[in-house]
Nanobody
Framework: VQLQASGGGYVQAGGSLRLSCAASGRTFTNWVMGWFRQTPGKEREFVASITWNWGSTNYADSVKGRFTISRDSAKNTVYLQMNSLKPEDTAVYYC????????????WGQGTQVTVSS
């Protein structure tokens, strides 16, 4: 399994970015796809997840109402639309994939930097 994240960048507070995660190497039926983020000196934290089959979503409280996770099954791609960005959203963002039978994420992509200026 390979996960390729892209779409990070520099944006002013209140702006928007859309991250993409292109997944390859197998079909992802029954898998869960997630986005995490990490800042220096802090642990990686959960941002959002989506089930591949049904599109059920889950969000961290800190991003609810601002971020939207979605997937395009035809393109094997997961997106994270980030609106109303805040400086505290600045982090390296990672996409991850979890087998349906697993209780942890099994595969990780490389990170993409998101920087939000005040």
């Amino acid at each position: 399994v390979q996960l390729q994240a892209s779409g990070g960048g520099y944006v002013q507070a209140g702006g928007s970015l859309r991250l993409s995660c292109a997944a390859s190497g197998r079909t992802f039926t029954n898998w869960v796809m997630g986005w995490f983020r990490q800042t220096p000196g802090k642990e990686r934290e959960f941002v959002a997840s989506i089930t591949w089959n049904w599109g059920s979503t889950n969000y961290a409280d800190s991003v609810k109402g601002r971020f939207t996770i979605s997937r395009d099954s035809a393109k094997n791609t997961v997106y994270l639309q980030m609106n109303s960005l805040k400086p505290e959203d600045t982090a390296v963002y990672y996409c991850a994939a979890q087998r349906g039978s697993s209780n942890s994420y099994n595969f990780w992509g490389q990170g993409t930097q998101v920087t939000v200026s005040s």
